[in-house]
């Protein structure tokens, strides 16, 4: 991307970070800025007078966003990251959350400039969408304890699933009752959130449908979000949802009939929606780059908006999200995670930079992140709570050496685990610290 591209595009995304639409946008950072590349080169005379031969010094690099200024001066590793941005989609927006009622001063580095694919960091738009919608349909709160009955096509009366039944034909657990007896609502949204179930996913999108589920997110304020498939399914095989029955402890039960969905959605016009040389379908190759278009879309800006919303309702740029204390503390619950322990670098990607400045004990760490095709992206409110001091980071990259998508062969070990966990190092020691390297109001 030319320089003045990414200086445009650099400041249109600080400006409207958190800006309602209709409303003038705060002009942009003087340390978001960038300034042209000084122009010209060495003069014949000069290098005619020369006594001996010198190469020539490469042109100066032209001045960097303060973020990226931060994460050089951090980590030597950066210079490599920063150099390939554009190649691996390397996106970062990070928001000061110190101060209650405050905005806070937002950071970023690239965001938004292309498509990133959010793999599980969409499941939090479903989650919140299908508490709301439920909220709307019982004209109140839509108890937790609410149990899902769903019934398969192929069959009469209501048989569940193949998926909602037992590993082995008849099967029970401890308690004496199948799967498919236990399937209720919060239990299912805390599967989805804590351990990024997909099946819990595909519950809940035959609860909304795909029409519902997209006219619900543009409800919440997200517009540009694009729900287009299930977990592991193609878009043309999740127009159709099953009958679902929803037992609602104390009120009428709620039935859902089968549905197939007529709404076309325009593809997202977030730049380089194809990547990669190849990709494997149905076990073949097909040499051409891999198109998202009808995929799945949430922005770096969108995720990070939507987090802020559920961690701090009450922020100056937080959305109503139509849920009940109780819901909203439901979901962050499911997404706090423990810094140690098996799996925790998995849900948190951020955390082994975090907790290599930090004692993992005083941290609150409220995730969601997704890892699929190559693409990696981590959603994080991260808090000092000594301290007080907090940070909504959101980050994402793609991570794929081989340039073939879909065959289970990606780069994440070698470059978007270590990237991320730096990203959540230089920021947590530049904003988190008591030698912090910023305040809420700027570089110190």
Request: with cysteine; hydrophobic share 35%; net charge negative.
């Amino acid at each position: 991307m030319p320089p003045f591209a990414r200086r445009l595009a650099l400041a249109v995304v600080i400006a409207s970070f958190g800006c309602d639409r209709g409303e003038a946008p705060p002009d942009p950072p003087p340390d978001a800025t960038e300034a042209p590349p000084a122009s010209g080169a060495p003069g014949a005379s000069a290098i005619a007078s020369a006594s001996a031969f010198t190469p020539e010094a490469p042109p100066p690099r032209p001045p960097e966003p303060w973020l990226a200024e931060q994460l050089r001066r951090g980590d030597p590793r950066f210079s490599a990251w920063l150099d390939r941005a554009e190649a691996i989609r390397l996106q970062i927006l990070v928001r000061v959350l110190d101060a209650p009622g405050k905005p806070g001063k937002t950071h970023a580095y690239r965001a938004d400039a292309e498509y990133l694919y959010p793999a599980s960091a969409i499941k939090t738009f479903l989650a919140v969408a299908t508490l709301a919608e439920l909220n709307r349909d019982v004209d109140g709160e839509i108890p937790l304890g609410t149990r899902i009955m769903r019934c398969r096509d192929d069959r009469g009366g209501c048989e569940p699933p193949r998926e909602d039944e037992d590993d082995s034909e008849g099967a029970e657990a401890e308690d004496g009752k199948k799967k498919h007896e236990k399937l209720y609502l919060g239990q299912e949204l805390q599967k989805l959130l804590a351990y990024s179930d997909n099946d819990a996913y595909n519950r809940l999108w035959d609860i909304l449908g795909h029409r519902r589920a997209n006219e619900a997110v543009v409800r919440l304020g997200f517009p540009g979000v694009r729900l287009n498939h299930k977990m592991n399914a193609p878009p043309d095989k999740s127009l159709k949802t099953l009958r679902t029955t929803l037992l609602v402890p104390g009120k009428a039960a709620i039935r859902v009939p089968r549905r197939v969905s007529d709404l076309l959605l325009a593809p997202t016009d977030a730049a380089r929606l194809e990547e990669g040389e190849a990709y494997n379908d149905a076990g073949k190759r097909i040499d051409e780059p891999m198109s998202f278009a009808n995929k799945n879309h949430a922005s770096l800006s969108d995720l990070a908006r939507l987090h802020l919303s559920l961690v701090r309702p009450d922020h100056p740029d937080a959305l109503p999200l139509g849920l009940s204390d109780g819901q909203r503390e439901h979901l962050l619950r499911a997404m706090t995670r423990p810094l140690r322990g098996a799996h925790a670098d998995d849900h948190a990607p951020f955390g082994p930079g975090v907790t290599a400045v930090l004692d993992p004990k005083r941290v609150r760490y409220i995730s969601k992140s997704g890892r699929a095709y190559g693409f990696h992206i981590e959603n994080a409110y991260v808090e000092d709570t000594e301290s007080g001091r907090a940070i909504l980071l959101t980050a994402g990259c793609y991570a794929n050496d081989n340039g073939v998508l879909n065959d289970d062969d990606y780069s994440y070990d070698a470059l978007s685990r270590p990237l991320l966990a730096a990203i959540g190092e230089e920021m947590t020691r530049a904003f988190l610290t008591e030698d912090a390297a910023v305040t809420d109001d700027g570089p110190r």
